[in-house]
T-cell receptor
Framework: AQKITQTQPGMFVQEKEAVTLDCTYD???????LFWYKQPSSGEMIFLIY??????QNATEGRYSLNFQKARKSANLVISASQLGDSAMYFC?????????????FGQGTRLTINP | SQTIHQWPATLVQPVGSPLSLECTVE??????LYWYRQAAGRGLQLLFY??????ISSEVPQNLSASRPQDRQFILSSKKLLLSDSGFYLC????????????FGPGTRLTVL
């Protein structure tokens, strides 16, 4: 079963608009973490934001916020006031609980294009 | 601050040739290290991870291998490349404590002809 699902292969948004990128996950663990990464055309994966399963507040980092709905198992990324430089692939990833090195399971990504 | 390097940035190799990709991390000690592969237009697939020198865990059976000869050095190798080995290879490191966020290097684009 797919653990991370990103249902939007591509999105087109006007500059300065807010955009929401969807991510749903599947886990039976009580302790887990959700991550969002940005991958511009250069290829490097850039860490954006993290949400822990026990965090009561939605995570925020500058223009990025995470709309975490635990009961629905969703962790959508919200980008406010989009900019041309936000055009990139965006990946949602999950780490399940435990100590030591744990793998991240990635979704298939959403390609976001910001139009001027 | 921590920095992660990968080289080469791009590589074109014939089928059957050997491979060696290198990843080094600066500014931290005893990191967890990871190798991922990304096929064109797809998500990332974890290939190997390491929690210490000489400690390698393999996630996917394949003709690739990994080694960690030094604390902050991670090497991905193959004795004979296949066409299916083409892809974008990303190295990452993490600090080992929760949430253990992984930080990625710039990647190596490998084309096997």
């Amino acid at each position: 079963a797919q653990k991370i699902t990103q249902t939007q292969p591509g999105m087109f948004v006007q500059e300065k608009e807010a955009v929401t990128l969807d991510c749903t996950y599947d886990t039976s663990d009580q302790s887990y973490g959700l991550f969002w990464y940005k991958q511009p055309s250069s290829g490097e994966m850039i860490f954006l934001i993290y949400q822990g399963s026990y965090d009561e507040q939605n995570a925020t980092e500058g223009r990025y916020s995470l709309n975490f709905q635990k009961a629905r198992k969703s962790a959508n990324l919200v980008i406010s006031a989009s900019q041309l430089g936000d055009s990139a692939m965006y990946f949602c990833a999950m780490r399940e609980g435990g100590r030591g090195a744990q793998k991240l399971v990635f979704g298939q990504g959403t390609r976001l294009t910001i139009n001027p | 601050s921590q920095t992660i390097h990968q080289w080469p940035a791009t590589l074109v190799q014939p089928v059957g040739s050997p491979l060696s990709l290198e990843c080094t991390v600066e500014g931290t000690s005893n990191p967890n290290l990871y190798w991922y592969r990304q096929a064109a237009g797809r998500g990332l697939q974890l290939l190997f991870y390491s929690v210490g020198i000489g400690q390698i865990s393999s996630e996917v059976p394949q003709n690739l291998s990994a080694s960690r000869p030094q604390d902050r050095q991670f090497i991905l190798s193959s004795k004979k490349l296949l066409l299916s080995d083409s892809g974008f290879y990303l190295c990452a490191w993490s600090g080992g404590s929760w949430p253990d966020t992984q930080y990625f290097g710039p990647g190596t684009r490998l084309t096997v002809l």
